[in-house]
């Protein structure tokens, strides 16, 4: 059973300063997906990641994926506050299902 | 504005009671996901419809059925409501098959009392 682990689940940071969320599956999948979701809001698409080392930054947000591993990072460099929301990864199964994180809620202090 | 719109935005009903979820996807797309979102089993994938034809099953519940029209748009319904079916549900859509380049609508507020 495909399963995917992020941690840490709450991080409060202050702006200015980096740091890394971690994603971790379980079992082979051909495709990482990375999303934000604002308090109440719907869920939008950050990153899709398809190979093993593939790397995509936008803006202060880099991820990565390291196939070998099952590991994708999300690092957020020199935090600001707009960046504050819930980010989960998400791993495709097989059957196309998408298997979902329970979500790394990111607080960010000015 | 993803393109997906789904109707209501919110909807408060009562136990034992039978809602139905609408979802219209983006303008191209063939594929809609329904997907539930609550706090103690975070985001839990539902049933995927392709061009009108049920494509994949996830952790649905039985009381729980969906279809998709000719039109390409999309219903859940959730009937004998329980308290723990509350949750946000979205739809998303996709234009082919996998889950590529899907977006997720606004979602609708299920509270059962």
């Known amino acids: 059973e495909l399963k995917v682990e992020q941690n840490p689940l709450f991080l409060s940071m202050q702006e200015g300063k980096n740091y890394t969320i971690y994603c971790n599956y379980s079992t082979t999948s051909d495709r990482l997906y990375w999303y934000r979701q604002d308090p109440g809001k719907s869920l939008e698409s950050l990153f899709v990641?398809?190979?093993n080392g593939a790397v995509k930054q936008e803006g202060r947000l880099m991820a990565s994926l390291d196939t070998k591993a099952r590991l994708s990072t999300l690092h957020i460099t020199a935090a600001v506050h707009d960046l504050s929301a819930t980010y989960f990864c998400?791993?495709?199964?097989?059957?196309?299902?998408?298997?979902w994180g329970a979500g790394t809620k990111l607080i960010i202090k000015p | 504005d993803s393109g997906v719109t789904q109707t209501p935005k919110h909807l408060i009903t009562a136990t034992g009671q039978r809602v139905t979820l609408r979802c219209s996807p983006r303008?191209?797309?063939?594929?809609v996901y329904w997907y539930q979102q609550s706090l103690d089993q975070g985001l839990q994938f539902l049933i995927q419809y392709y061009n009108g034809e049920e494509r994949a099953k996830g952790n649905i519940l039985e009381r729980f059925s969906a279809q998709q029209f000719p039109d390409l748009h999309s219903e859940l319904n959730l009937s004998s409501l329980e308290l723990g079916d509350s949750a946000l549900y979205f739809c998303?859509?996709?234009?082919?098959?996998?889950?590529?380049?899907?977006?997720f609508g606004q979602g609708t507020r299920l509270t059962v009392v």
């Open positions: 990641l398809l190979s």
């Open positions: 303008s191209g797309d063939l594929s």
């Open positions: 998400a791993v495709v199964r097989s059957n196309y299902q998408l298997i």
């Open positions: 998303a859509s996709s234009a082919g098959t996998g889950f590529a380049e899907a977006f």
